[in-house]
C-alpha cells in the first residue's frame, strides 16, 4: 500500500501547470518538451492529461501520463498528492483549453496554494502564448487573479507567431517580470518535421534519435534540424529553473 500523504514534503518537490487557456497556442507541445527534458536529464516527474479527447502526453508519453479530468475535485487532487508521495518529483499538468475556471475554482475552494506552501511544493504556471491580443488578455486576467502566489513563465511559442510586440508593450510582460516570471522563447520548428513526428506519434527521442520507419521517419538533415531545435528549447527550459 502507498503511504498516506502528510504535509511534510521537502523542498524540491515542484508542480508544472502548463496553460494558456486559449486553444491553439502550444500549450500541448510545451508538455511534450518538458516531458522530454525530464527524461533526459533523468528527473523523476509524473504527467497529467486533462484533454478529454486526445491528450498529448497520453499519446506521445504514455508510459509517464495519466489522465486527469479538470470537472472532477478527486482527479486534481492526485497533481498535489503526487508532488507530496515523492520528495522531489516533477508533476507536468497539460490544461486543455477552458480548463482554467475548474482549476481556479479546485485551487481556491481546496486551498491549494496554502498547502503547497506548507509542503513545500513550487507551483509553476507555465503561461503558453501566441503573438495574438487574446493571449496578452488572458495573461492580465491571470496576474489579476493571483499575483504573487503562482510563479509564472511565460513561454512565446514562435510555432504560432514570431511577432510578441503585443506583449512587450501591454505593460503586462514588465507587469510578471516584476512578480519574478521567466520568459522563455520556443523556436519555429519546420513544418514537415512537426507533421512527421506527429502523424508517427513519435516522443521527441524517438524522433531524433531513431533512423528506422518505425520511428518518425526524418531524414538525416530533418534529424539535424530536430536536434538543434531541441537543444535550444532545453536550454530555454533550463533558464526556467524545471
Known sequence: MNPIPTLEAPAGSKIHLIGGEKGGVGKSLVSRLLAQYFIDHEMPFVGYDTDRSHGA??????????PALADRYEALDAIVESAVEQPGRRVLVDLAAQTH????????????LDLADVSGIAIHYWHVMDSGKDSVDLLRRLLDQFGMRLRYVLVKNQVRGDDFHQ?????????????GA???????????VVQKIDASNASFWSARNSTSKEGAGLGL?????LKMWLAHAQGELESAGV
Open 101 to 112: 475556471a475548474p482549476l481556479v475554482q479546485w485551487i481556491e475552494e481546496s486551498g491549494v
Open 221 to 225: 538533415m530533418e534529424r539535424q534540424r
Open 57 to 66: 502526453l497520453m499519446r506521445f508519453y504514455a508510459g509517464y501520463a495519466a
Open 167 to 179: 506583449l512587450e508593450q501591454s505593460g503586462e510582460q514588465a507587469r510578471a517580470m516584476a512578480l
Open 182 to 192: 521567466k520568459i522563455v522563447t520556443i523556436r519555429k520548428l519546420h513544418d514537415a
